[in-house]
């Protein structure tokens, strides 16, 4: 499978924060590339906002990146946010999971707020 991450992430500045959308499915066949994708685009101690309203497919691998990200951001200090609206695969997929229920917010502003961006 050729896959070029840069369709499927992209990231901006807001305020101090980043926002790292990503879009499509975060699987096992897109995991690996969207995570190198996911350490290129963010700064050394900006805060994210990772948006993932518009991921249509999350599986076990995409959970295990998030997991992987989070810890790592937990690990420098680091303040982050997943943005999974108030419905849908990924928020329904991650609440299935336990995942950490303080870090999923249903809407980019609010959870903007919360981080100061």
């Known amino acids: 499978m050729n896959f070029e991450a840069g369709k499927f992430v992209s990231a901006y500045r807001r305020g101090p ?30 805060p994210v906002l990772l948006d993932l309203t518009q991921v249509s497919f999350l599986d076990s691998a995409g959970v295990r990146l998030l997991d992987f990200i989070v ?37 980019l502003d609010k959870a903007a707020a919360e981080l100061g961006a």
């Open 17 to 46: 924060a980043f926002v790292v959308s990503i879009t499509g499915e975060l699987d096992l066949a897109t995991a690996p590339e969207i995570g190198r994708a996911f350490v290129n685009y963010v700064g050394a101690d900006a």
């Open 71 to 107: 810890g790592d951001m937990d690990e420098r200090g680091r303040a982050i946010r997943l943005i999974v609206g108030d419905a849908g695969p990924v928020r329904m997929t991650l609440q299935l999971c336990a995942f950490r229920d303080d870090l999923l917010a249903a809407d």
